[in-house]
């Protein structure tokens, strides 16, 4: 696991604001956001748990806790023990302390 940046192990939130049309771009949970209806994210711990926050029909966060392991330099695979959950690789793009940027999937 030391292929990867420390800067990455922490939650994440989404900041759609600055995606662009090939890269969605994560700010640390801490950023001062402007108002959104609701944000998704995730938290990677150097342990290889994967927490995803999705956004639940009425608004709140909805936690679901995976896995994750290596895939190569910058380059996770995240799974779940749900097998409703289909796993998904996240390509780091950039990773500094208050920005992680990936590449968008298509």
Do not use: Q
């Given at each position: 696991?030391?292929?990867?940046p420390?800067?990455i192990?922490?939650?994440w939130?989404?900041?759609?604001?600055?995606?662009?049309?090939?890269?969605?771009?994560f700010?640390?949970?801490?950023?001062?956001?402007?108002?959104s209806?609701?944000r998704?994210g995730?938290?990677?711990k150097?342990?290889?748990?994967?927490?995803?926050y999705?956004?639940?029909?009425?608004d709140?966060s909805?936690?679901v806790?995976?896995?994750?392991?290596?895939?190569?330099?910058d380059?996770?695979?995240?799974?779940?023990?749900?097998?409703?959950?289909?796993?998904c690789?996240?390509?780091?793009?950039s990773?500094?302390?208050?920005a992680l940027?990936v590449?968008?999937?298509?």
């Amino acid at each position: 696991m030391n292929e990867l940046p420390k800067e990455i192990y922490k939650h994440w939130i989404h900041s759609h604001e600055e995606d662009t049309n090939e890269e969605k771009v994560f700010r640390p949970s801490s950023y001062d956001f402007p108002l959104s209806r609701g944000r998704e994210g995730f938290e990677i711990k150097d342990n290889g748990e994967f927490i995803k926050y999705s956004i639940a029909p009425d608004d709140r966060s909805k936690k679901v806790v995976g896995h994750w392991k290596p895939e190569g330099p910058d380059k996770i695979l995240v799974y779940f023990d749900d097998p409703k959950i289909e796993p998904c690789t996240l390509d780091i793009k950039s990773s500094e302390h208050d920005a992680l940027v990936v590449k968008k999937r298509k």
